[in-house]
């Protein structure tokens, strides 16, 4: 839906003492809820709540029709538009759309960043993270139960200072050598930290392909867990998806042949950071990222894997769009799509 109103000046600060950057005008902006459906309850007893300590009592009937599995979408339209198409941005496990707004110090995130290039941006809350809520019923809507990262996790799991790094202490933290998260700032990244469940993937996809359906044709930048719904989407939507650039995929699309063949137009570019050759996990992940890439160009597909260090970018984390030099990999990523005429 389109609609027109006054551009919006919005001036943002780089961080704390920094020059001002330069204003983000905006022709448009605004949010809306994709996805869901009915789930029923019923044979459930009548409750009363009091809803503040000293309240009238009111009786709650937990029995009824509620609406789970949706989506919350944010958009920003810049009112000079340089990208060709928006560019949907999907969150990885256990975070929400805040992993692209601003860093954990302070930082104009990719959202700014992007914005400010002059793309149309869409960031998401995942079904069951964030603004999109979660099903707290009386009776489970999702098997298993959610689940939490603590500090110490993130802090060893995503790089930041490696396996046993961890300390209460801020003092005895290890910091893998060079590396470019504000680990400083590791309460505050932790503030964003949100439940998951790990039985969720089929209606998150579900409401991603419906934002699709919605407002693509589009470019998908994806990271982490959304590795895998940002290439099966590409898989289902071909014709809608103009390029998929995925940030350290935790995982990727689906390895039938016929699905693989799917992505012969949808050109891909895989972006992984530093430290991955001393991570127990990360070598496999990235070798099967590899194994995709290769399966899509033989199938006629094109897929540029990056490693950062390679390139001479040192020092990124898992949260590359949170790292000190986010934006030297951002303006990496927009270099890749104006090369495939999806930026001017």
């Known amino acids: 839906m389109k609609r027109t109103v006054a551009a919006v000046a919005v001036v943002v600060s780089a961080w704390a003492g920094a020059a001002v950057a330069q204003p983000i005008v905006l022709r448009d902006m605004g949010s809306f809820h994709i996805g869901g459906e009915p789930f029923v309850v019923s044979g459930e007893p009548v409750k009363e709540v009091k809803f503040t300590a000293n309240g009238v009592p009111l009786k709650i009937d937990p029995n009824g029709t509620y609406m789970v599995g949706q989506m919350y979408v944010q958009y920003f339209i810049p009112e000079s538009r340089k990208g060709a198409v928006p560019l949907l941005m999907w969150h990885g496990g256990g975070l929400s759309g805040v992993t692209y707004e601003t860093t954990p110090d302070g930082r104009p995130g990719w959202l700014n960043d992007f914005l400010r290039k002059g793309w149309a941006v869409y960031n998401s809350d995942a079904v069951e993270r964030g603004r999109s809520g979660w099903p707290a019923t009386a009776k489970p809507v999702w098997k298993g139960?959610?689940?939490?990262?603590?500090?110490?996790?993130?802090?060893?799991?995503?790089?930041?200072?490696?396996?046993?790094?961890?300390?209460?202490?801020?003092?005895?933290?290890?910091?893998?050598?060079?590396?470019?998260?504000?680990?400083?700032?590791?309460?505050?990244?932790?503030?964003?930290f949100v439940p998951r469940w790990i039985t969720t993937d089929e209606p998150t996809l579900k409401a991603y392909l419906q934002l699709v359906d919605k407002v693509c044709p589009c470019v998908l930048l994806v990271h982490s867990q959304a590795?895998?719904?940002?290439?099966?989407?590409?898989?289902?939507?071909?014709?809608?998806?103009?390029?998929?650039?995925?940030?350290?995929?935790?995982?990727?699309?689906?390895?039938?042949?016929?699905?693989?063949?799917?992505?012969?137009?949808?050109?891909?570019?895989?972006?992984?950071?530093?430290?991955?050759?001393?991570?127990?996990?990360?070598?496999?992940?990235?070798?099967k990222g590899a194994r995709f890439a290769q399966a899509v160009r033989e199938a006629g597909g094109q897929v540029d894997e990056v490693d950062l260090p390679k390139v001479g970018i040192k020092g990124n984390s898992h949260m590359v769009m949170m790292d000190k030099n986010n934006l030297e990999v951002s303006a990496l990523i927009n270099e890749w799509l104006t090369k495939r005429g999806l930026y001017r």
């Open 145 to 192: 139960d959610p689940v939490l990262v603590t500090a110490a996790n993130a802090y060893e799991r995503f790089r930041i200072g490696g396996a046993g790094s961890w300390s209460e202490d801020p003092a005895q933290r290890k910091l893998l050598p060079g590396n470019q998260f504000p680990a400083d700032q590791i309460w505050q990244f932790s503030r964003q």
């Open 227 to 287: 590795g895998k719904f940002g290439f099966q989407a590409a898989q289902a939507r071909p014709d809608k998806i103009r390029a998929v650039v995925a940030v350290e995929p935790a995982e990727v699309g689906d390895a039938d042949k016929e699905k693989i063949a799917a992505l012969k137009s949808v050109p891909a570019l895989m972006v992984y950071g530093d430290y991955i050759e001393q991570d127990s996990r990360w070598p496999a992940i990235r070798a």
